[in-house]
């Protein structure tokens, strides 16, 4: 929604405030089919010889996300707390042991199944069960486990990381198209020397549209993207960050109320329930 809203400020602005002081929209318009099909096609090419398949499919799945409203919110993370405080306190009145079906077989869980929105999202349900797991095997610490997550949690920092970068290059190579576009429009213009000022000036105008648009659809279009995507990207990792926290302190001997709050403090501000929000959550889904 933003995204779009912010995209049509720019080309208000932008074309709005030329045609006011007299600019000659009629130009543009002119060579814009053109100019396009040259920028966008060499940085579309670019863009697949610079990246892998899993690359790309990424970047299409995270730039399709950037116009979806983000499902990281403070209901989402007292749903997250809610489900880990679930999953300690049956471990601790029964036994570790005890959840050992619900790690093993998540789908079939009715722990899970009280937060349907979390149990289809396969790397949290992963990320839980998989340490729960070694939780239960009882064969590694608290200090192993931590460093296997924060190994595990840098991964997903990389991979999460790829298509943000490969957004970012694309928006850094499509100036020096844009200048590629308007050096074809000059080498035509020099070859049409000998034609009268009025339609050499025409040709050069369009021309110096091409470094015009790869200006524009790079800072105005593309960056923003990677970075509204790189936020995207950072939110998927607190949350991971949340669940590790909580685990880290229950193996540490905290109670499970102590042990989501500890994974609460982790949050960011505008996301993070207070005490009483999280724990009347808690206690209404018991």
């Not at 995270?62 to 707390?81: D, P, T, V, W």
């Not at 100036?175 to 025409?202: D, R």
Request: contains cysteine; aromatic residues 8%; proline residues 3%.
């Amino acid at each position: 929604m933003f995204v779009m809203i912010g995209w049509g400020i720019v080309l208000v602005c932008v074309f709005g405030v030329y045609i006011a002081h007299g600019g000659n929209i009629g130009v543009i318009l002119k060579a814009l089919p053109f100019e396009m099909i040259t920028i966008g096609g060499a940085a579309g090419g670019a863009f697949l010889a610079n990246n892998q398949t899993k690359v790309i499919k990424a970047t299409v799945a995270g730039i399709k996300s950037c116009f979806q409203a983000s499902h990281y919110n403070k209901a989402r993370y007292m749903e997250l707390m809610a489900l880990l405080y679930d999953l300690l306190q049956k471990a601790r009145k029964e036994g570790l042991m005890s959840i050992e079906k619900d790690v093993e077989d998540p789908h079939s869980s009715t722990i899970f199944q009280k937060y349907p929105t979390l149990a289809h999202d396969h790397h949290v349900v992963e990320f839980i069960t998989d340490y729960l797991r070694m939780m239960v095997s009882g064969n590694l610490n608290a200090h192993e486990i931590e460093s296997l997550m924060d190994s595990e949690i840098e991964t997903h920092h990389h991979e999460a990381h790829a298509p943000v970068a490969a957004i970012a290059r694309l928006a850094g190579a499509l100036p020096a198209f844009g200048i590629v576009a308007a050096v074809l429009g000059v080498v035509n213009t020099m070859g049409s020397v000998g034609a009268p000022p009025a339609v050499l000036g025409g040709m050069i105008g369009s021309a110096l549209v091409g470094t015009f648009l790869g200006i524009l659809l790079a800072y105005a279009f593309v960056e923003p993207l990677a970075g509204l995507l790189e936020q995207k990207m950072d939110e998927g990792a607190k949350e991971l960050q949340c669940i590790k926290t909580t685990l880290l302190a229950s193996m540490q001997g905290y109670a499970p109320q102590v042990a989501v709050e500890f994974g609460r403090k982790v949050l960011y501000s505008g996301d993070r329930p207070s005490f009483s929000e999280l724990e009347s959550h808690v206690k209404g889904k018991k």
